[in-house]
DNA sequence: AAAATATCACCCTTTAAGGGGTATTTTTTA
DNA sequence: TAAAAAATACCCCTTAAAGGGTGATATTTT
């Protein structure tokens, strides 16, 4: 068994001090090594493959590029390389937008550096660490509107259409007669104000049925 | 201004150890206080509105009653407590669901004590904290393939077909004409090797294409 | 016992979707 | 900078799936 090299980081942050602080302390206090630091992607761009980073630590608001666009070409620069998102606005959608598009983690900046290295360790190990807000943001995301007014098998029809699955296969996945599978959709519509299997998918989608 | 009285928390896990284990340390070692311990959801059930907890956690694999079933019992029970998961296997499926029911947070059991009481801490401020392995889980399930056959306007385009869009709402959105949302959504049929939109969205979800 | 939920059936109408073909412009990449 | 890929746009024709209306019975929950 060879021993494996620590991991080397790269920090691509355009607030110097933010980004001298963590490389400092990610140096001085913890086994990994920044390698580089960059005050935004473009100036990254060139050089950040001869860096040869296991852990990218990258910032959402940067001049130039920005982090959820960089995000695609780094990954297609580095394919093994793990990215931890820093941001100081989060939206839902940015952060689904990053983790969707390849973030390994996703920490707000007031996370202190022992958070963001533990942070760089789990990433390492193949975890998707998190802070607590994100995290929130996130199950929040996935959660559904307690308040549905539609009944379990509504709600369990309503998401298989949103599958994309007709009447006919729905049907066979519930073991009902199709012509249920109808009556419970003119129910679900009826409840939704909506007269279309399209209508109803996006209002289920809007008010997160399902 | 009021003082916050601690918060209550109640243990929901039929391991007598691992139960009694959290309870004991997290009474002698936090300042929150396990108000009641239960090895099942069913034995639960009809004392833990009076218990009024703050705090639940709850084991999945539960004899009776499963915690995944337990969650929105508990959620119309207990309209506003926070709950946290424990489980040994988690899979994809299982902490999606348990997440989609309203759990706030999600662990294995190889938690120590303590992560299980900064989690405490997290949710009542209204955090979602996870593990990284189960946060890894997560991530993973809202992240897109990076090897998909599509183009960047194609996958947009299936992405608004999975949203219930028809031809003439993507083509608004996007502006651009219905005929071209044809031709981009012919051109994915043929490299997802489907006929028609149904299959396309299946697929889509299937691949994690959008 | 009442109310809500889930199940099944038949009529008829409409429309959004799908197959096939062709062609120009813009953007990306080698 | 030339070639390839992606994005844009139009026409013809066919049909499957969806939707509206109405009525009825069985099962569960409260």
């Not at 533990?118 to 996130?138: H, L, N, Y």
């Amino acid at each position: 068994m060879y021993n494996q090299p620590e991991p080397r980081i790269v920090i691509i942050e355009d607030d110097q001090t933010i980004r001298e602080g963590y490389a400092y302390l990610i140096n001085h206090t913890s086994p990994y090594t920044v390698v580089a630091t960059y005050p935004s992607f473009d100036s990254a761009r060139n050089k950040i493959v001869r860096d040869n980073p296991d852990v990218i630590i990258l910032d959402i608001q940067l001049p130039g590029t920005n982090g959820i666009d960089a995000l695609p070409v780094l990954k297609r620069l580095l394919p093994d390389v793990y990215i931890i998102m820093l941001t100081v606005y989060e939206t839902e959608k940015t952060i689904l937008d990053a983790l969707a598009n390849g973030a390994s983690g996703y920490f707000t900046k007031n996370t202190p550096t022992a958070k963001l290295i533990e942070a760089i360790r789990d990433v390492v190990q193949g975890g998707g660490p998190m802070s607590p807000d994100v995290a929130k943001t996130v199950i929040l995301s996935l959660q559904r509107n307690p308040d549905s007014p539609l009944t379990r098998r509504e709600t369990q029809i309503l998401e298989l259409m949103t599958t994309g699955k007709d009447r006919g296969q729905i049907a066979k996945e519930l073991f009902i007669e199709i012509e249920t599978v109808r009556t419970h959709t003119k129910n679900i519509y009826s409840k939704l104000n909506v007269n279309s299997k399209a209508e109803a998918i996006q209002v289920a989608k809007d008010k997160r049925l399902v």
